[in-house]
């Protein structure tokens, strides 16, 4: 059951690259996110994640993918957008 609105989700061509050469899909990856799994993010940024599902702000999470890629997870403060990026993308 996801704990927030995603709104349209949408990614970058360089996360999409990424998820192909490590043969993964996006799909896993949002739904941990949106289920409040913030994957590699620090106990701090964890602690700010659970704020912002209740105050309304940016939730960020960040995931490696096989390969050592990461990608980044942001879901915008007014819940509009869910963008999947890679660092270098940001």
Partial sequence: MPKFSLGQVVATPGALAAL???QESLWPYIK???A???GEVGA???KENELSI????RIMS???VPG????WIITEADRSYTT???PEDY
């Fill in 54 to 57: 209740k105050e309304g702000f």
């Fill in 68 to 71: 050592g890629g990461k990608i």
């Fill in 44 to 46: 701090a940024d964890k």
């Fill in 62 to 64: 960040v995931y490696r």
């Fill in 36 to 38: 409040g799994d913030w």
């Fill in 20 to 22: 192909q050469e490590a």
């Fill in 84 to 86: 999947v990026l890679t």
């Fill in 32 to 34: 941990r996110h949106a």
